[in-house]
Antibody, heavy 122, light 108 residues
């Protein structure tokens, strides 16, 4: 059974750096084609894909946010970390961790975490 | 970037209706479109992948099709539990893997 769970701060101040951790189980990021990504969804708006990492180290970022995002495998083999710098109130959203098992040419988000709401406010 | 123009943004529906939602891609993306259902306070759930393939466990009243750069999602015989917001998502070769703006179904 595949599960993903997001953790991190619920409130960050403008200009601060956000660090979110995705802890997953039921699959190995070392399996060919398996990737873990991040998607955010501002309140009342559509989801927006942010970043994706595969076990071979291949990383992909949303071009418009590329300079602010970093995705990496954590020391623990079942965790992926997303950092986003220079947070702004417009970055207020629910952030989801997602799983893709048919990468890198096919991107289907079959499994999602429950999401974590991050509010950016002073 | 490839944009997905989804319509309508909202739809008033009745139980038993046939519901059709459309996404138009800004360029040819073959069959690389997925459809998700999202209920309030929940994460989206995958219903259709590769334009027309039904995800395991999803009722057969949900279907998808493609004609050129137009992608259609259909619910035949709408059930009360289908009231939700639906999104298309494309995954052509390069990112970003954009979503459509969503279609919110509401009961008449």
């Amino acid at each position: 059974q595949i599960t993903l769970r997001e953790s991190g701060p619920t409130l960050v101040k403008p200009t601060q750096t956000l660090t979110l951790t995705c802890t997953f189980s039921g699959f190995s990021l070392s399996t060919n084609g398996v990737g873990v990504g991040w998607i955010r969804q501002p309140p009342g708006k559509a989801p927006e894909w942010l970043a994706l990492i595969y076990g071979n180290g291949n990383k992909r970022y949303r071009p418009s946010l590329r300079g602010r995002l970093t995705i990496a495998r954590a020391t623990s083999t079942n965790q992926v970390v997303l950092t986003m710098t220079n947070m702004d109130p417009v970055d207020t959203a629910t952030y989801y961790c997602v799983h893709n098992e048919r990468g890198p040419t096919v991107v289907i988000w079959e499994y999602w975490g429950q999401g974590t709401l991050v509010t950016v406010s002073s | 970037d490839i944009q997905m123009t989804q319509s309508p943004s909202s739809l008033s529906v009745s139980v038993g209706d046939r519901v059709t939602i459309t996404c138009q891609a800004s360029q040819d993306i073959s069959n690389y479109v997925n459809w998700y259902q999202q209920k309030p306070g929940k994460a989206p759930e995958l219903l259709i992948y590769d334009a027309s393939r039904l995800q395991l466990g999803v009722p057969s009243r949900f279907s998808g099709s493609r004609s050129g750069t137009y992608f259609t999602f259909t619910i035949s015989n709408l059930q009360p539990e289908d009231i939700a917001t639906y999104y298309c998502q494309q995954y052509d070769n390069l990112p970003p893997y954009n979503f459509g703006q969503g279609t919110k179904l509401e009961i008449k």
